[in-house]
């Protein structure tokens, strides 16, 4: 554990529970892994649209997303489905699990993984699966990362408390809550650690560098149903969801941030959504008692003064979206949703820089001389000038270099040299 003084970044006046923080350090070192497994998680959320006429496909209308899960429900394990009150949510079997995110996007999580090719034949499988379904039902799954036709106002919230909760939260505190719950889909990878300072420079690296590596993989070619005027609209709809549980993690780049401080910073937050199904001193009680909106409340508030449970810490830490998010894993969370072979080679970028020794090392020390406000300026700087911009005082093109990226194009799909433009 890093034992070095630290500058508390938790919010002022939160009551934080010491038990609390302690779970949340056990956590995290139950993820640590000394000896090398390079191993990737990988979420591909995918946005579903109508065949006819390219409008969002919703969860409860006929032939829409639920029926979709109906149909799937023989390829997946009866026993891990996810099911409230009456609604199928999700579906899982070794090496994938299908969930829906607050819009009806449409998310595969695969893994582990231990090299990026693997993730070619996990998804084939699922598409080989699914996708006579999709023509049954005369939609299908698009890789962008925002609905191309559909307004976040005429998209309904799929059943779920916690999106209930979202929803009325989100939608109060920043400017793109409901485009986000609704419109948005992402592509994340997820890595390793092996211990804290291990984990700690690969956040670092990650929040440095996920927003330059985002506009070499940008695929948002529409905004509430006209061409994208942003150049990183994932970024730019994050960084103004909720600045108390998004963007750059607070402290990060202090000398003496550590475990402790991310601890800290997630239970002093507001937490939005209580859930106390796993709660013991909460059996009993009825749903609506153990699951509900805590707008004011942190986990101090709701949980018992104890050491937390698994299921507990893992609802806390869900309930922030930092860029670079820490679990018992590193979650990389960038970038627009991507067509396979994208994600492919996205993963492998991620493997390049944080799992090839020489390199890592390269970046760890790149990310020493950073500030917080370095990292708030070249992610601005990309935000206005786009490809012309000079991030951390290099031009897009030696970074194109830096990266490995030299044959990628970096323009987004989607414009008047893209005709194909809803055929990914």
Not at 138 to 146: D, E
Not at 342 to 371: I, M, P, Q
């Amino acid at each position: 554990m890093n034992t070095t003084p630290r500058v508390s970044y938790a919010h002022v006046g939160a009551k934080v529970n010491s038990k609390h923080v302690d779970s949340l350090l056990r956590f995290f070192e139950s993820g640590a892994k000394p000896e090398r497994n390079d191993g990737y998680g990988v979420e591909i959320e995918h946005l579903p649209v109508r065949n006819s006429n390219d409008h969002a496909v919703s969860y409860a209308e006929p032939n829409g997303v639920e029926t979709l899960l109906e149909r799937l429900r023989p390829y997946y394990d009866p026993d891990k489905e996810f099911v409230e009150d009456g609604h199928l949510l999700g579906l899982a079997r070794p090496g994938i699990s299908l969930s829906l995110e607050p819009g009806g996007q449409f998310e595969t999580s695969i893994g582990v993984l231990h090299t990026p090719q693997e993730l070619l034949d996990v998804y084939g499988k699922f598409r080989s699966e699914i996708d006579p379904i999709l023509d049954d039902l005369g939609f299908r799954l698009i890789h962008y990362g925002y609905q191309p036709v559909t307004s976040f106002a005429d998209i309904k919230i799929n059943p779920k408390r916690r999106y209930a909760a979202m929803n009325d939260y989100l939608g109060r505190v920043g400017a793109y809550g409901p485009c986000m719950m609704r419109c948005s889909a992402s592509t994340q990878v997820s890595i390793d650690y092996s211990d804290e300072k291990d984990a700690v420079a690969k956040m670092r690296i990650g929040s440095a560098l996920g927003p330059i590596i985002s506009m070499f993989f940008r695929n948002s070619p529409f905004f509430e149903g006209a061409q994208n005027p942003f150049p990183l609209l994932r970024q730019r709809i994050w960084d103004k969801v909720d600045p108390q549980r998004t963007g750059i993690t607070p402290g990060l780049f202090d000398p003496r941030f550590g475990w402790e401080d991310y601890a800290r910073d997630v239970l002093a937050t507001p937490m939005m959504f209580a859930d106390l199904t796993h709660t013991p001193e909460a059996a009993g009680l009825s749903e609506d008692e153990q699951e509900f909106a805590a707008f004011k409340r942190n986990a101090a508030d709701i949980y018992p003064d104890r050491e937390l449970n698994a299921y507990e810490v893992s609802h806390i830490l869900s309930t922030h979206f930092n860029d670079v998010r820490l679990k018992n894993f590193v979650e990389l969370r960038h970038w627009d949703s991507l067509p396979i072979e994208r994600a492919e080679l996205l993963t492998e970028t991620v493997g390049n820089v944080f799992y090839n020794d020489a390199n890592f090392v390269h970046w760890k020390s790149f990310v020493e001389g950073l500030s917080i406000v370095d990292v708030e300026l070249a992610k601005d700087d990309l935000q206005a000038r786009g490809m012309a911009a000079t991030p951390f005082g290099k031009s897009m093109d030696e970074w194109q270099d830096a990266l490995g990226l030299e044959n990628i194009r970096a323009d987004i799909p989607g414009d008047p040299a893209h005709p194909d433009v809803f055929q990914i």
